[in-house]
């Protein structure tokens, strides 16, 4: 019983551990992209910007690591993102595997608890014979506990490991459409000014082949 109490506590505190770290807000605060795409398009972030912007949330962290590539192609930006990628989901993965293998584990242990409880019993029934029926009764039902204890703790495991992991997923995916819109945006805005740059020149070529043929 001892092993299964040890795992009950543990697979608590990862499950309020992991309902306080994996909120939206904390994750992907809201108007952080709009935010942030102002402030770049309006001067280039300094260090201090882009380590506070790091430190702030995942997607603020997603977003430093493009902007730190923001003088290069669109293309090196994205892979710096997804690199950093990785260890967000890493982060955001922590203690689900101890979760998930408190799950396997805990029934095991009860199933062991049982089986040496009725090693027990069975060793008085050797000794005393098996005319205590009461005795006997009473010894089977403790042996029981355990495979019940390790059930009643598997179970909401398994439940609240299939939930967190489920929630990751829509994070993840979560984060990479808001890093995809970030870096076209950033790139669409920056466009922008050459584009009409272009234009304008192009126009005042029109303009000056039109004065010179009349």
């Not at 009860?110 to 008085?124: E, K, P, S």
């Amino acid at each position: 019983m001892l092993p299964i109490l040890a795992s009950s506590v543990a697979a608590a505190a990862i499950i309020l551990e992991r309902f306080w770290v994996l909120r939206r807000a904390r994750i992907a605060p809201v108007s952080l992209r709009q935010q942030v795409v102002r402030q770049a398009l309006s001067a280039p972030m300094t260090s201090t910007q882009l380590y506070e912007l790091e430190q702030g949330s995942p997607l603020g962290f997603l977003f430093a690591a493009g902007l730190r590539n923001l003088e290069f192609s669109r293309e090196v930006m994205k892979e710096s993102i997804e690199e950093a990628a990785a260890a967000v989901v890493h982060e955001l993965e922590r203690f689900l595997s101890l979760l998930g293998s408190i799950a396997a584990i805990t029934p095991l242990l009860g199933l062991l608890g049982t089986v040496l409880g009725m090693i027990d019993v069975f060793a008085v029934i050797m000794e005393q014979g098996a005319g205590k029926a009461p005795a006997l009764a009473g010894g089977i039902s403790q042996a029981l506990v355990t495979t019940a204890a390790g059930l009643s703790v598997a179970i909401p495991a398994v439940l609240f490991h299939r939930f967190f992991e489920r929630r990751v997923q829509d994070m993840v995916v979560h984060l990479e459409q808001e890093s995809i819109k970030l870096v076209d945006e950033l790139y669409g805005q920056r466009a922008k000014p050459a584009s009409a740059i272009s234009d304008r020149a192009a126009s005042q070529k029109e303009c000056q082949r039109k004065v010179a043929s009349a």
